[in-house]
């Protein structure tokens, strides 16, 4: 039997109907006739192209290298554009913000896949590099910027601590291994250099982080935020979840500097993650529920990344202005409804384009208060 690939959904998989009826299917493309029973392509689209990387019908990593990128930004366009559509929204729709379309990921993550994968398309070549060397299981977070990178490795059977010495010695560019042992982490190596670089401050003097998954587009995010917050006049803003540090260094602080035993004081931390004053405007960060509950007045609220229970609570105070900054698609839809629902229109939207060969991207939605 054979089936039209109708559209992408938001994990990027083709969608297809028959008198069968509905089917989901992994490294297609809209317009491509698929043959159900071997799932080869009877008629590729026209936009089809090799991808460029060995692994990629195995990894599940990314969903859609087999295009060219200016196509990659047409699908995700029309994806937006079918969501809004359906609920009756007329927003103003601002262009996808570009990255490159490879090497441009600061943060390499194998825990998802049961491959020995050696090299990435999507990561710095730093990463690769330290990729060839390491076992198969981990995590590498770092900064291509500062040449610092920190691996966190599940923990496997048989693996001494020899072994993680020796790979600590291996590459230069690896600052530090966190060993995650179920529930627990432990820094093997680079315990030491990292309470240097901390408290020397010598990470928090960068504005933007270096250790953000695609810093070219979160420099580009946070310029964008402010011009907007800025154009508007804001002045007191609220910002739940101000997470615009390093989410790098709170993995550190999370994983290995915050225990008493490191002798790490609380007071340093709370010193370090002061925010910074990007916005020239008055920002807090605050628990959420408590606030809408006192009712306090307020230009902005800005949710980052926000649960979705998080949305509804704005039923409980009348926010005029809000904007909502998401990076999980499968929200978007439950969000929209939920602001139309509470009365607020949608009255600009701005797609990042985080995540090249991947069915996936980053959105600031802008709401007012009819």
């Known amino acids: 039997m054979f089936v039209r690939i109708k559209k992408l959904n938001e994990f990027g998989e083709g969608i297809a109907y028959s008198s069968r009826g ?73 262009t996808f913000e570009k990255s490159r379309p490879f090497n441009y990921l600061n943060i390499y993550d194998k825990n998802y896949y049961n491959l020995k994968v050696d090299n990435c398309p999507l990561v710095y070549q730093e990463i690769n590099e330290i990729l060839s060397i390491l076992p198969n299981s981990l995590i590498i977070k770092g900064s291509q910027k500062l040449k610092n990178f920190l691996v966190y490795i599940e923990h496997q059977k048989g693996l001494s601590v020899n072994y993680l010495k020796e790979i600590y010695n291996l590459n230069e560019n690896i600052s ?104 020239n405007c008055e920002i807090l960060s605050v628990r959420l529920k408590t606030l809408i509950e006192t009712n306090e007045e307020f230009d902005l609220l800005v949710l980052n990344k926000p649960f979705i229970k998080n949305v509804q609570l704005l039923q409980l105070n009348k926010i005029k202005n809000v904007i909502i900054i998401i990076e999980n698609l499968r929200k978007l839809n439950k969000i929209l409804k939920i602001m139309k629902n509470f009365d607020y229109e949608l009255v600009l939207l701005k797609p990042f384009d985080s995540y090249p060969q991947i069915f996936n991207f980053d959105l600031v939605l802008f709401f007012i208060r009819k």
């Open 22 to 94: 509905k089917f989901k299917l992994k490294h297609v493309l809209p317009g491509e006739i698929v043959n159900l029973k071997d799932l080869t392509i009877k008629k590729p689209s026209k936009h089809r192209i090799l991808p460029n990387c060995k692994f990629y019908y195995h990894c599940n990593g990314c969903s859609i290298q087999i295009t060219s990128y200016e196509y990659q930004i047409q699908l995700k366009t029309k994806f937006l554009n079918s969501v809004l559509n359906k609920l009756k929204l007329n927003p103003i729709f601002e």
């Open 176 to 279: 530090g291994i966190i060993l995650k042992e179920k529930n627990n982490n432990r820094v093997i190596y680079g315990n030491i250099y990292y309470k240097e670089k901390i408290l020397s401050k010598i990470i928090k003097i960068n504005l933007f982080s270096d250790f953000e998954k695609n810093v070219e587009i979160f420099e580009k995010k946070i310029n964008f935020l402010r011009n907007l917050i800025s154009s508007n006049g804001f002045k007191n803003i609220i910002m739940y979840k101000a997470e615009f540090y390093p989410l790098f260094l709170f993995d550190i602080v999370k994983y290995s500097l915050c225990s008493e035993r490191n002798g790490y004081n609380r007071s340093d931390l709370e010193e370090l993650f002061k925010i910074y004053d990007v916005f």
